[in-house]
């Protein structure tokens, strides 16, 4: 299993090649722009000007190779990533104007993964909380259960499974208004007993894909149960 962590130390190897480089920032990116992204949009920062900064702020973290700080295993990688992107974006704070970023720069399309706008609301239709720290911990919790749902969607796509995850879809993460197990399973013409025969095995196939995306963001595999509490607790909480 590959964790965000050994991502950064594969870059940091000598003789790392273009290639490498430019895989392990869309792989940074891909999981974790929503929450960095929507954290500077918060601080005041236009839409254009936050995906610069965000873009620029991976860039910046694997070029200078500033995550090479000690004791780093008793802290959250996305915790590292939060104090690390605040002091870049006081250090670019301090310039009248960025300067473009070209030459020999690590760059990546913006094009080659997509993410939540803050406008968009993510996964959840629950607004993310005021305070910016609990909203990026709300963002990345909200992060990790979207992907989860879209690998999830992607096992239901082809025919007659795709309408059965459409309709359990939304017993997967809760919430109000819900419509009845027995209203649902009308609608898909089975018994009750049936649809709750595929909620469980969709849920037990949920819980393991999310297992499996918190599994990459903690450095040891025994931290994964008190991580995913925590991600509980974070999305209750705002609940």
């Not at 050994?6 to 891909?30: K, M, Q």
């Given at each position: 299993m ?48 936050a ?25 959250r ?24 970023r ?14 939540h ?8 239709s ?27 969607s ?31 399973a ?36 025994r ?17």
């Amino acid at each position: 299993m590959t964790t965000h962590w050994s991502v950064v130390d594969g870059f940091s190897l000598e003789n790392t090649t273009p290639d490498r480089a430019e895989a392990a920032l869309a792989l940074l990116c891909r999981d974790y722009w929503p929450p960095l992204y929507r954290f500077v949009r918060l601080r005041g920062y236009s839409r254009d000007d936050a995906r610069d900064l965000t873009q620029g702020f991976f860039a910046y973290l694997l070029e200078k190779k500033v995550y090479s700080t000690p004791d780093r295993s008793k802290g959250r990688f996305r915790t590292f990533l939060l104090h690390i992107l605040k002091r870049y974006l006081s250090a670019e704070h301090t310039y009248h104007s960025r300067q473009k970023r070209g030459g020999n720069d690590t760059m990546v399309s913006l094009d080659s993964f997509q993410f939540h706008s803050e406008e968009a609301g993510g996964p959840f239709s629950t607004p993310a909380p005021l305070d910016e720290e609990r909203c990026f911990e709300w963002n990345w919790a909200a992060a990790l259960v979207g992907r989860a749902i879209e690998r999830l969607s992607a096992e239901y796509r082809s025919g007659a499974k795709a309408r059965v995850f459409a309709e359990l879809r939304p017993f997967l993460t809760g919430g109000v208004g819900l419509p009845t197990q027995i209203e649902t399973a009308n609608r898909l013409g089975i018994s009750e007993e049936t649809f709750r025969s595929h909620l469980c095995r969709m849920r037990v196939r949920y819980r393991a894909l999310l297992r499996a995306e918190v599994l990459r963001t903690v450095s040891k595999e025994r931290d994964i149960d008190e991580e995913l509490r925590h991600l509980c607790r974070v999305l209750i909480a705002q609940s």
